[in-house]
């Protein structure tokens, strides 16, 4: 019997497996998710960009929402309440990284 490999493939004569991949690590989202601006009914929050991230979750307290960056912008809030929210980075292969925790207060009216 002879064995070969080629494109995810590994064959012996007449005879042929396909490899699978069974193991693949997400993003890893680091350091801390920092304020920019808190308004009456809003709060702007960054953290630091993970690798291999193409985008960012942020979810909590009624919210789920996406973004393209390392910022977010959540709106309609009500003023003078405390929120959290999580965040997680994800690859183009929809792998999630560990999470990272925005906590702060919107402003009084």
């Known amino acids: 019997m002879q064995w070969f490999a080629g494109r995810g ?3 012996m004569t007449r005879l042929c497996f396909q490899t699978v991949v069974c193991s693949q690590s997400g993003p890893e989202i680091s350091g801390a998710c920092n304020l920019v601006t808190s308004a009456t009914d809003s709060l702007e929050f960054t953290w630091q960009s993970a690798m291999s991230a193409t985008s960012y979750r942020l979810v909590g ?10 910022s ?7 003023p003078g309440s405390r929120y959290s929210f999580t965040v997680r980075a994800v690859s183009s292969e929809g792998l999630v990284s560990n999470s990272i925790s925005c906590t702060n207060s919107t402003g009084l009216l």
Not at 61 to 70: A, L, P, Q
Request: contains cysteine; proline residues 0%.
């Open 61 to 70: 307290d009624g919210v789920n929402k996406t973004s393209d960056t390392n």
């Open 72 to 78: 977010i912008t959540v709106n309609n809030l009500t």
């Open 9 to 11: 493939l590994l064959c």
